[in-house]
């Protein structure tokens, strides 16, 4: 296949959005890609929706196992024909022309990456407590659900480090931005589609701060992770609870779904900073 540019999703169980996703990336102004979809072995109807669409542009593949994110990204670099990598989740939908705007900062330049703007639902969204919120309006958090990156950069600096479950993306970005430069442009658009937490998964979420201590590690001298107090609004939260109720004047509470949480949320900070210690621990790292 000749095809100048691969995007690379990789899924698990997103059946309430993923036909709106590759709905999306169908109907850009740009058609010479491919669609790339690892499903990290979704127990869902993602296969089934997937397979619904008869494109020949798209190329699912599932794993056998679960891989985690990071090692299922490391694969869709494998199975990727494209000069130039488009990546995106399947809880998104990108703009029209998401790609055209990506290739203008890519081609003919430069520069190693870019990055576009992502906005949480639409423009005009006020989101509340039980939403997980994934958004980037200013650049800088080099998000793999909306970023792009020439594929010979992300042969030299070796792909996604397998070590990380969360974060992985702004660790491969700290380390292409060695090669060279790594744009924002605002026009090359991606709406993450709105997504709840449940309390499980609310408490759950909390793990994820663990990969903080490996991107310290790593890349201590970077201004985004140098500090050695990690989310200092919260560590405060802990030793006075009462701040938690201050939760309440910001009009963040107006479902079921929103209250339902409260009740975990003083949890949840211990747990994370539980989570915190005890990789600064395995890692020999001191964060606080």
């Not at 899924?11 to 058609?31: E, F, G, H, P």
């Not at 950069?153 to 060279?180: M, N, P, S, Y």
């Not at 107006?254 to 949840?268: G, M, T």
């Amino acid at each position: 296949m000749g095809t100048n540019v691969s995007v690379l999703l990789t899924v698990r169980n997103v059946d309430k959005y993923i036909s709106y996703c590759i709905s999306a990336l169908l109907n850009q102004t740009y058609n010479d890609f491919e669609i790339i979809i690892i499903d990290d072995v979704s127990s869902d109807n993602t296969k089934k929706m997937i397979e619904k669409f008869t494109d020949n542009r798209i190329r699912y593949i599932r794993n056998t196992e679960w891989f985690g994110l990071s090692k299922s990204r490391n694969k869709c670099l494998e199975l990727a024909n494209g000069d130039y990598l488009f990546f995106t989740d399947g809880d998104c939908a990108v703009s029209k022309n998401w790609i055209s705007e990506g290739l203008k900062y890519l081609k003919n330049t430069d520069n190693v990456g870019i990055e576009g703007k992502t906005y949480y639902v639409s423009k005009e969204y006020k989101s509340t407590r039980s939403d997980d919120v994934v958004e980037n309006k200013k650049g800088g958090l080099f998000m793999t659900c909306n970023i792009a990156y020439k594929k010979q950069v992300l042969k030299i600096i070796g792909g996604f480090d397998e070590k990380f479950t969360f974060h992985e993306d702004r660790d491969l970005a700290f380390r292409a931005l060695k090669q060279g430069k790594i744009v924002f442009n605002p026009e090359m658009i991606v709406y993450h589609q709105r997504k709840t937490f449940t309390p499980k998964q609310f408490l759950k979420n909390g793990k994820i701060i663990r990969n903080r201590v490996l991107l310290y590690k790593k890349f201590k001298d970077k201004p985004s992770v140098i500090w050695r107090i990690v989310n200092p609004t919260e560590l405060v939260s802990i030793f006075f609870p009462l701040l938690i109720f201050t939760s309440f004047f910001k009009n963040s509470y107006k479902s079921k779904d929103d209250f339902n949480l409260f009740p975990f949320i003083y949890v949840r900070l211990i747990y994370e900073r539980l989570q915190l210690w005890e990789m600064c621990a395995k890692e020999r790292i001191f964060l606080i």
